[in-house]
């Protein structure tokens, strides 16, 4: 279970709860299996992340390849069509499918999702008038509203978000057009800090990674914690965001507590730098 958890990005508890469950169920599936289309209740599966990467492949871009099938995916489906003279429905089907392994072994590139977003980035401006969604999952009001206000003095808008649902945050930031998502959530049982943006189905973000990066010392100097490290994951909250995301895990508590102060600093400081240079160069 551990193995896996690992696999996908997930944290190796060994338990198999909803997220882990999850997983499993989308671990399931294979390209072919089944239709993919624009749902109410979006798919997602691993057949979902192999379309997007087809697709990003062939220069179709069905967003970052995170496996959920949405809007971006059923417009590159429906592009995707038109070009090959199918019936445009956005539907992958099998008359589809047989269009994408045909063309399959004409190309080599790689998907336009990265580049795209590393162009979006590059084109986005300094922090003033960035949207910044600052999200907890419970105890931990008082270092969002003190992180809330240092950001703020940056020029920055801020959307403050408490949801023990990770998925309905990334939801509400997504629906207000965040520029990007910051989270953090207390663990009493681990002292330190780790920094987690998206990384799945071999893609990473590179908005989120480069954030990560620059946060993480900056965190770990102002709570005089041990540095865990940057980590790729696949977290409910990182996938499902739409924007550049990243989530720290801080603890002990008495520790963020007592230097709650040095926070809000640190977050602005790194923020203006990403802001000035979103990705690595």
């Not at 996908?8 to 060994?14: A, I």
């Not at 338990?15 to 979006?42: F, I, K, N, Q």
């Not at 480069?210 to 996938?239: F, I, N, T, W």
């Amino acid at each position: 279970m551990r193995s896996f958890q690992r696999s996908r990005g997930l944290h190796p508890d060994g338990r198999c709860g909803p997220d882990t469950w999850a997983a499993l169920v989308e671990a399931s599936w294979c390209l072919g299996d089944r239709l993919l289309y624009r749902h109410h209740r979006m798919l997602r599966g691993d057949d979902v992340a192999d379309l997007q990467r087809r697709l990003g492949g062939l220069g179709f871009d069905a967003g970052r390849v995170d496996g959920i099938f949405g809007d971006a995916t059923a417009a590159a489906v429906s592009e995707f069509q038109r070009n090959c003279g199918l019936t445009v429905d956005g539907i992958c089907g099998p008359a589809t499918l047989a269009a994408l392994e045909r063309l399959a072994s004409r190309t080599a590139g790689g998907p336009v999702a990265e580049v795209r977003e590393r162009e979006r980035l590059r084109r986005s401006g300094g922090p003033a008038g960035r949207m910044v969604a600052l999200g907890h999952g419970g105890g931990l009001d008082a270092l969002v509203s003190a992180v809330a206000k240092a950001v703020a003095g940056a020029g920055a808008r801020t959307l403050s978000l408490w949801e023990p649902d990770w998925s309905a945050q990334a939801a509400e930031a997504n629906g207000a057009g965040a520029d990007v998502y910051l989270g953090f959530s207390l663990t009493p049982q681990r002292a330190g800090c780790l920094t987690t943006f998206y990384s799945g189905y071999r893609y990473q973000s590179p908005g989120g990674r480069h954030l990560a990066s620059l946060l993480q010392p900056r965190l770990c100097q102002a709570l005089g914690v041990d540095d865990l490290g940057v980590e790729g994951m696949r977290l409910p909250v990182l996938r499902e965001t739409r924007m550049p995301a990243v989530l720290c895990e801080i603890g002990p508590p008495e520790v963020v507590v007592e230097r709650m102060a040095a926070v809000g600093p640190a977050v602005r400081s790194a923020l203006v730098a990403w802001a000035t240079q979103p990705c690595e160069p």
